[in-house]
Every structure is written in C-alpha cells, then in structure tokens.
C-alpha cells in the first residue's frame, strides 16, 4: 500500500508533531529504566479510553512510513478492536498492514505476544488497562509511587501467598506480576502466564501503553524479567499438554477452547490466529 | 536502673497539629495541650522515658492525653514535630530513628517492633486469611518460602490459641478477642524485641479481657519482649505493667513504679485517676 491510502486532512499517523515527540521521549525515558511506570499526557482519540489508547498512541507516535503494522486482539486479527485501529492506523498513516508476525516491524496487541519469536528489528506495542501492580495494594497512587520508590512489594507477594493458602496454588490467571532487571515489578499487560516467559531476555523492544491511566513502560531487549514466585511454589504456565489445534495441528502454543454447540464438541485452536493461518498455508 | 541499657530511649518527642508559634514552641504558654496564641495543638509535648529490657511499661492518661499518639508515632504511623527516639537493636541505639529514611522506617517497622491497635482494621487486612496476616510481616522481612510461612503463621496462632483449622478464614468473621489474638501472632512473627500495645482489651468483655491479658503475659515470660502497654484502665496496668507513665495533656506528669504510683500517687491528677475507680 502506498500514501494514497491515507485520509489527506490528517497529520500523519493522526497525532499532531508535537504530541508525537512528547510520546517518544515518554518512551526513551521508559526504554531507559526497564520496568518503571513513566506518567505521558495520554491525548484524545476518535476510540474511547480503554479500548487500546495507550497502546495506540505509541504505536502512532513511533510508526513510520516503511513500516508494516500488525494488530491483534486475544491473538485474533480479525477482532472488532484489532479492526477498528488498524482501520485508523492506515487511514491516517497509508501503511502497510500484516497478518504475519515475521513480516510485521511494528505489533500492537491486546491480551496475546504472539507464538513465533520476534526480532530485534520488531517493536511490539502492549495494550494495559491496569498498570500499577500495587492497586490491589492501596488505591492511592502518590502511596504507590512511594513503594515503588523503595521496591517495597509485600504486598503483591501477599496476594501470590493468599492464593498458595486458599487453593494450594498461586492465582494470577493473566497479568502475573514481573520483576524488571531486578528493580521494578510491573503489570505485563493481561497476558496469559504462557507469555510472560517471552519477555525475559527477549530480542525485540516491549513497550507498554496505558491510555487511561496515562503511564507508558518498556521492557528493553536482552532485559531480565522474573515472573514473582515463592522458592516453593514455581512459576508455572498453563497447562498446555496433549492439546492440539484443530485447525492447523500445531502443539505447545496457547490455544482458545470452543465449544461447538451442534455437536456438543470442545476442541481447541491456537489463540494467535495469524500464526495459525500461516501454518496452514505451509502445510497446504 | 540508670547503668542498664535501654530498649529504647525516648527524648524530649513532640508531635503537633498546627502551625505553632513562638510562644507554644518555647512552650511556657501551651495548657492542657493547646496553645492558646496560635491554637496548635500539642498532642505530646517534650515526651521523655526510658524502655529496658523485658519490661512492661504501662502509659495511663485521660482521653485525648496523648496516648495512643505515642505508640503511633513510635511506630511510624505518624510523624514527629521534633524530639529523638534510639532503638538499642538498631545500629546499636546510635541513630536517631525519627530521622532515618522511610526505608529504614520500615525496616524498623518489620524486625524490630510489633503494633497491636485498639481497633484490628487498623491492624490487620480483613480481606486476606490470618495466615495471610501473619505472613505479611514475614513477606515484609524477606521470606520468600511459602511453606516457612505457613509453618509460622499455624505455630504463632495456636500460640495465641487460635485454631489451626480456623488459619484459612478472615479476620473479619472473628470475634473481637479473636481479632485481637491473630494481630499479636501477626506482631509477635518476626521476634520483635519491642511490642507496643494500644488498648488491647477495649471492647472486650471481662472473661476474654482476663484472657487476652494472660496470653500476652505469658507470652512476654516466653519471649522476654519489651512491651509498652497504653491503657486508661488502671486495672489493667496494675495487672500488667512493671512501670507507669501517667499522661496528661500531652505531658508526662508522673512515672515510677506500678505499685507505688497507684498506691501512693504524687501528681494532683494521678490522685483523681486512682481515686475515681468506680
């Protein structure tokens, strides 16, 4: 695709100049202390707060005209979500667009990283809807600010604990809390637990967007990131033996599970639809 | 007691609720707490004493005299206007505590001293299990073994007679003498050399009253723990407490010996408090 697929009555990549580099240095500053949470002027977008502003606005704040964007929503890219901001992504910018991980620069996603592993060439963009991991610990954000300060974390090792005592095993479904480079603990965006170990060490740029509550972080490539667990009691990821996607065969990714009423089946397929897509066009 | 070591040595400790002028801060003008130029008030006014080791140090006073702001403060739960505070267990009472960082605070907070508040939901997290509870102040320490924890959290609170069976539920379905009973497990988890006691048995009725006061002698026979017991009832002092403070107005009025203090009292004040027991 070429600029003739962009809306001329919109500044490219629909943020004007101005806010765009006011983002980017949120980033740099992000980039610049893996793990901490860096307050941005979050703007004003034609989609509501909540629905991947944050991310959003990263994602237009660091695109360029070369670039190819992928967006995807639990893994889908066909999700309204995805839809709509891809849709405003290249009104305004004329970019081009991907399903395929391996051929995207840029990657906006809600919920899912995807299966295959990204390069150091490849930004991926995360939208948060929550991302102070201590406001199940106090809902005052200049008290989290202090503990964060002083790494004091008691508190999220206390809800990890909790859940040891009530059900034998820690119960953080999505959005298990991290440890960045040893100093920061921070939401990873409501990842499932399958993800969370491709943050650690990872070759390509993981930027986080919180457009609501206005707070932007990074994890930087070849960064060590720890999922929060007791000695006792080892991070695990979901349980993923013994599924295979129905549709393309694949083993060992995250998979949705259907349920087929007419046939009253439960079968499963991979979450990351592209992946899935393209494991199919191999095959076929 | 003066070549004995204390606990904790407390000097000349202020906290006040206003700006303060210069009348109040030379304070000649302050009356019963308040200054009556500029109104600030003095919740403590110049408090000094002296807690030694495996000592229960009682505090009795009015209301409004100051003191639970002591404990608070003490405990960090509120900030000093001036005054020093040395801890013998940190850097060998060298260091004025009041003036460290708020990290250091915390440090205090979690190995050094144990907090039971008169009211439990200033004291414990009613959402979460009592061992949950317990281990928060572990967690706080460092501990990193879920099991440790959970060995402790069951091994504090059957010393505090709650049922390990119970370790599961939250606080918030207990009885206020239970509540009471899981906030000393939860100060006592990391063997603090200093307790501080704020009102324990208010509210209680008299059996569980007597029985809480038991546990907390006992275990201060067990552990050899410096306490500092804050009550307005004398009763209750003269059962537990070593030493009395006598509170008015934010000051110190009277202090010596339990017995001496309620038997033979010196302060026009402290007259009045031993002679209006109903």
């Given at each position: 695709?070429?600029?003739n ?18 983002i980017?240095?949120?980033?740099l ?9 860096v307050?941005f002027?979050?703007r ?6 909540g ?31 995805a839809?709509?901001?891809r ?12 399903a ?6 840029v990657?906006?996603?809600?919920h ?22 201590l ?12 503990l ?10 206390l809800?990890l ?7 034998g095993?820690t ?11 040893g100093?920061?603990?921070m ?7 399958f ?6 060490n990872?070759?390509c ?8 509550e ?7 490539p ?10 006792d009691?080892p991070?695990?990821?979901?349980n ?7 549709l ?8 949705d599970e259907?349920?087929?009423s007419?046939?009253n ?6 979450s990351?639809?592209g ?5 199919r066009?191999?095959?076929? | ?6 606990v904790?040595?407390?000097?000349n ?11 109040c ?9 308040r ?14 004493f002296n ?5 229960i ?22 900030e ?30 979690n ?9 439990p939901?200033?004291?414990l ?5 009592n ?24 091994y504090?609170l059957s010393?505090?007679e ?39 048995t ?9 029985r ?46 339990t ?12 007259q ?7």
């Amino acid at each position: 695709m070429a600029d003739n697929n962009k809306n001329p009555h919109y500044n490219f990549a629909f943020l004007d100049e101005g806010s765009k580099r006011e983002i980017r240095r949120s980033i740099l500053k992000a980039v610049a202390i893996p793990g901490y949470q860096v307050p941005f002027g979050s703007r004003e977008l034609p989609i509501g707060r909540g629905w991947g502003t944050g991310g959003l606005q990263i994602t237009l704040s660091i695109i360029g005209k070369a670039d190819v964007l992928k967006v995807i929503d639990q893994g889908s890219d066909d999700s309204v979500n995805a839809v709509s901001i891809r849709k405003l992504a290249v009104a305004t910018t004329g970019i081009e667009t991907t399903a395929y991980t391996n051929e995207a620069t840029v990657i906006q996603s809600r919920h899912r990283i995807p299966e295959e592993k990204l390069r150091n060439d490849q930004i991926m963009v995360l939208q948060v809807p929550n991302p102070e991991p201590l406001r199940y610990v106090t809902p005052k954000e200049a008290v989290s600010r202090k503990l964060h300060a002083e790494a004091e974390y008691s508190g999220i090792w206390l809800r990890l604990y909790e859940g040891i005592v009530k059900y034998g095993h820690t119960v953080t479904g999505a959005d298990h809390p991290v440890s960045v480079s040893g100093r920061y603990v921070m939401n990873p965006s409501p990842i499932p637990r399958f993800d969370n170990p491709k943050l650690h060490n990872s070759d390509c740029l993981y930027l986080f967007g919180a457009g609501r509550e206005k707070k932007i972080y990074a994890v930087p490539p070849h960064t060590d990131v720890v999922s929060l667990a007791y000695d006792d009691y080892p991070f695990s990821i979901e349980n993923v033996k013994g599924r295979v996607c129905k549709l393309c065969g694949a083993t060992g990714v995250f998979f949705d599970e259907i349920f087929d009423s007419d046939t009253n089946e439960h079968f499963f397929q991979c979450s990351d639809s592209g992946f899935c897509e393209k494991r199919r066009r191999e095959v076929n | 007691m003066d070549n004995i070591m204390p606990v904790l040595a407390v000097r000349n400790m202020s906290v006040r609720f206003g700006e303060s002028c210069e009348y109040c801060i030379k304070g000649c003008a302050v009356e019963k707490g308040r200054c009556p130029y500029c109104h600030t008030i003095w919740a403590l006014n110049k408090v000094s004493f002296n807690l030694y080791p495996g000592e229960i140090l009682g505090i009795v006073g009015e209301s409004g005299s100051g003191k639970s702001t002591l404990l608070k403060a003490l405990y960090f739960d509120m900030e000093v206007s001036c005054g020093e505070a040395y801890l013998s267990e940190y850097r060998e009472g060298r260091e004025n505590i009041f003036e460290i960082s708020s990290q250091q605070k915390r440090y205090i907070r979690n190995h050094k001293m144990g907090m039971v508040y008169q009211n439990p939901v200033m004291g414990l997290r009613m959402n979460f299990s009592n061992s949950a509870n317990v281990a928060e102040k572990l967690i706080a320490a460092g501990i990193r073994n879920a099991g440790n924890m959970t060995q402790r959290a069951e091994y504090l609170l059957s010393h505090v007679e709650v049922p390990v069976s119970r370790i599961k539920e939250e606080p918030k379905n207990f009885s206020g003498g239970m509540q009471q009973r899981v906030q000393i497990s939860k100060a006592l988890a990391n063997n603090p050399p200093v307790l501080l006691l704020d009102e324990v048995t208010t509210g209680l009725d008299l059996s569980v009253q007597a029985r809480v006061l038991d546990l907390i002698k006992k275990i201060q026979l067990e552990l050899g723990i410096s306490m500092i017991v804050v009550s307005h009832d004398l009763s209750v002092i003269r059962m537990m407490s070593d030493r009395t403070l006598v509170m008015l107005g934010g000051r110190i009025v009277e202090e010596g010996l339990t017995d001496q203090i309620l038997e033979d009292p010196i302060h026009e004040f402290t007259q009045t408090l031993v002679h209006s027991l109903l």
